[in-house]
């Protein structure tokens, strides 16, 4: 039989799923034992135990400085940043991509320039955010915003575009007026797709958002383990980079749950 | 009365239509056919207003038509004619809101009410009474085409534009849809213009069949002649014949028999 028709049973697909995982674990493991063994303080390539013993420090003891659990404050500060850079920018390129993509003297107005815009290095304009918005948190939201809302935009212009000619003029036959149509026809079949381009920013917010951290912050995940770095912390910066991955795939899974629980007509309800 | 006077469609060079004359009396249904690109899909959009004529004007009922789509004229497409982000239901009650709310585009309370009871009567009159609450997606496509229509009929227009509604269905369901349309058509007494390549169909549905075609062809610059409607033939309803005493070709030739219409 072809390779191409050879499918994975239920059971060996399972074990597929898990085998680079078992592999890597196993590799990381058997290298980081045999590193210890040659050298007890290798920071290197931490054991279990002291990835167990810094996460429990980090997430279970009260930090002597601070007061607070650093992991849980870091997670928080870092996600609220997140949060609201994605909400103005899910609100934003609504508002702006179906204007866009549904009147057609605002594309010609604006099309251009957010392609210009969308040109410009998110991080190259940091600096620009730094003097001009100050360190806090402002600078660090407005990164995360500018780095994503002009793909957003140009992409749900270009899903407005994507909506059947047939669809505007039979909108039009039913005596819906520039606004009615806006409202009740286009905004909601681009709001799943909305979601859809908003699953498809998270990896760059999460890159700006741990860039931003790392230059300039005194918390938050991407803080944490650029400082940890310092003390080539690797038992907690292994964690660190886990969670984070953990957190990025959790948002990445609720948005497509709300996509397909809210809107299960859209993608004739399979996608 | 609809009144086509001498309009034209070109696109830059190319004449897709040129010098249509066309007087159409209210409740006929006139089924367009002909030859793929000969036309009879721009002379539609031209009707629906999704075009405007590069030359010549078409009224109704003695005034132009308005140069975008509107509530007076009602379309079923082959494909997309649906919204797929409402149930079945909505997509007709959408029809009875926006006219009537333009700030939010929905009605609320008692009007509401009434705006549903008659969508759902529209909906079983066409044989979707069941299917209230599905999702497009969910539907066939005929009864797909069926929603389609009662989307168009609810809204009570004056003409009801039809581009190949039918072209994608199985024959069996496709023959079920006929008779809906038809007795749809007998009971409003609506003026209905068909697009249809299939010969077969456009006679056994119209009152009027319109062949469009292009009468002067030069090899050397395909596009510079455009198609015009050659026949314009009122059949007896019902019989699916063309009466040929009563038929007004645009040139003086031999009436020819239904097989031998050139499509």
């Given at each position: 039989m072809r390779l191409i028709n050879r499918r994975p049973g239920r059971g060996s697909a399972l074990a597929l799923l898990l085998l680079p995982f078992i592999v890597i674990v196993a590799v990381y493991f058997t290298s980081s034992s045999l590193r210890l063994a040659a050298?007890?303080?290798?920071?290197?390539l931490p054991s279990a135990a002291q990835m167990r013993d810094a996460v429990a420090q980090f997430a279970f003891t009260d930090d002597v400085?601070?007061?607070?659990r650093l992991l849980w404050a870091d997670t928080a500060s870092s996600l609220r940043r997140l949060g609201i850079g994605l909400a103005i920018s899910a609100t934003v390129s609504l508002v702006a991509g179906i204007a866009m993509g549904s009147i057609p003297l605002v594309a010609a107005t604006l099309s251009p320039f957010v392609t210009v815009l969308s040109m410009i290095p998110p991080l190259a304009v940091l600096p620009i955010l730094f003097i001009v918005l100050?360190?806090?948190?402002l600078s660090k939201v407005a990164l995360i915003a500018i780095g994503i809302t002009p793909m957003m935009v140009r992409d749900l212009q270009q899903r407005a575009r994507e909506i059947p000619n047939e669809v505007w003029i039979k909108a039009q036959t039913l005596g819906a007026t520039s606004w009615t149509l806006i409202l009740r026809v286009i905004v909601p079949q681009l709001v799943p797709r909305l979601l859809v381009a908003l699953r498809l920013s998270l990896c760059s917010a999460w890159l700006f958002l741990i860039a931003v951290e790392a230059i300039a912050?005194?918390?938050g995940l991407g803080y944490r383990i650029f400082l940890m770095r310092r003390y080539l912390a690797m038992d907690v910066i292994l964690p660190y980079v886990m969670w984070i991955t953990l957190l990025a795939w959790l948002i990445d899974e609720v948005l497509r749950q709300i996509t397909q629980r809210l809107f299960p007509w859209y993608g004739g309800g399979a996608r | 009365m609809i009144e086509v006077r001498n309009v034209w469609k070109t696109y830059g060079e190319q004449?897709?239509?040129?010098r249509l004359n066309l007087t159409v009396a209210p409740g006929e249904f006139c089924s367009m056919v002909g030859a793929?690109?000969?036309g009879k899909s721009t002379f539609l959009r031209l009707l629906l207003g999704q075009e405007r004529a590069t030359r010549g004007e078409i009224l109704l009922d003695g005034r132009p038509l308005s140069g975008e789509p509107d509530a007076d004229r009602g379309v079923v497409f082959q494909?997309?004619?649906?919204?797929?982000?409402?149930t079945v239901m909505r997509n007709v009650l959408l029809g009875l809101e926006l006219p009537h709310a333009t700030r939010t585009g929905r009605l609320f309370g008692a009007r509401r009410r009434e705006a549903t009871a008659q969508a759902v009567a529209m909906l079983e009159r066409v044989g979707l009474g069941a299917a209230?609450?599905?999702?497009?997606?969910?539907?066939s496509g005929g009864m797909q085409q069926r929603l389609a229509i009662a989307q168009a009929l609810v809204m009570k227009p004056r003409m009801l534009l039809l581009d190949e509604?039918?072209?994608?269905?199985d024959p069996g369901i496709r023959k079920d849809m006929h008779e809906l349309l038809l007795a749809l058509w007998r009971e409003t007494g609506l003026t209905i213009f068909m697009v249809t390549h299939d010969l077969k169909e456009g006679f056994a549905l119209g009152s009027r069949v319109l062949v469009f075609d292009k009468v002067r062809v030069d090899p050397q610059a395909p596009g510079a002649y455009g198609a015009r409607i050659t026949y314009n033939l009122p059949l007896q309803r019902g019989s699916g014949t063309p009466r040929p005493d009563s038929a007004h070709p645009v040139r003086p030739v031999a009436m020819p028999a239904r097989t031998d219409i050139p499509t």
């Open positions: 050298n007890p303080d290798d920071k290197l400085r601070t007061g607070e100050g360190l806090d948190e912050s005194t918390d | 004449v897709v239509l040129e793929s690109g000969c494909r997309y004619s649906v919204f797929e982000h409402l209230l609450d599905k999702y497009p997606h969910q539907l509604p039918f072209g994608a269905l």
